[in-house]
T-cell receptor, first 115, second 112 residues
Framework: QKEVEQDPGPLSVPEGAIVSLNCTYSNSAFQYFMWYRQYSRKGPELLMY????GNKEDGRFTAQVDKSSKYISLFIRDSQPSDSATYLC???????????????FGQGTTLQVKP | DGGITQSPKYLFRKEGQNVTLSCEQN?????MYWYRQDPGQGLRLIYYSQIVNDFQKGDIAEGYSVSREKKESFPLTVTSAQKNPTAFYLC???????????FGEGSWLTVV
């Protein structure tokens, strides 16, 4: 079983739809959770960074972390064609009191938003 | 502009040849990382370095080597021992280990 599981999709939605992207994980030591967006043939860019459980909102994007269920989500409101990309979840844990900095990635979900 | 620069963007090599991918950052970051990405898969960690003159193996280090002689540079050599070297290689850096990781634009390596 992989440490981080992410549905690869592809996911196709009409413009304006609410998109929900999800990851599950098995390692309870993970404390830092990230979502990256990757356009075709480009490096990933950081979208959201969350520590421990809770919600974080940034414009049309909301990240949720439920550590009790080992489940994280990224919601995109009013989705736009420019949101079409691959979305990667990533997480890292601690060694002692320090973040190890080693990110474990999900496989990525490919999203297509149709005009 | 501050950022992470990878070169070359595209590289073709014959099987059995070693190849070195360059990664330079001007963000004054301590930590640097190399990831490999294959189609339909997430990123897998090859090597990482938390400080100059020190580096550790990641999950798939076999067939790769790195050096960290300068803070801003972390080159990756793909050796002939790497069985499936054709992939998209991503360099990343973080201010401190555990801080947010930022990526370069990647290098596409094709071995024929």
């Amino acid at each position: 079983q992989k440490e981080v599981e992410q549905d690869p999709g592809p996911l196709s939605v009409p413009e304006g739809a609410i998109v929900s992207l999800n990851c599950t994980y098995s390692n309870s030591a993970f404390q830092y959770f990230m979502w990256y967006r990757q356009y075709s043939r480009k490096g990933p860019e950081l979208l959201m960074y969350t520590y421990s459980s809770g919600n974080k909102e940034d414009g049309r994007f909301t990240a949720q972390v439920d550590k009790s269920s080992k489940y994280i989500s990224l919601f995109i409101r009013d989705s736009q064609p420019s949101d079409s990309a691959t979305y990667l979840c990533a997480m890292s844990g601690t060694s002692g009191s320090s973040n190890t900095g080693k990110l474990i990635f999900g496989q990525g979900t490919t999203l297509q938003v149709k005009p | 502009d501050g950022g992470i620069t990878q070169s070359p963007k595209y590289l073709f090599r014959k099987e059995g040849q070693n190849v070195t991918l360059s990664c330079e950052q001007n963000l004054n970051h301590d930590a640097m990382y190399w990831y490999r990405q294959d189609p339909g898969q997430g990123l897998r960690l090859i090597y990482y370095s938390q400080i100059v003159n020190d580096f550790q193996k990641g999950d798939i280090a076999e067939g790769y080597s790195v050096s960290r002689e300068k803070k801003e540079s972390f080159p990756l050599t793909v050796t002939s021992a790497q069985k499936n070297p054709t992939a998209f290689y991503l360099c990343a850096s973080a201010g401190k280990p555990g801080n947010t990781i930022y990526f370069g634009e990647g290098s596409w390596l094709t071995v024929v």
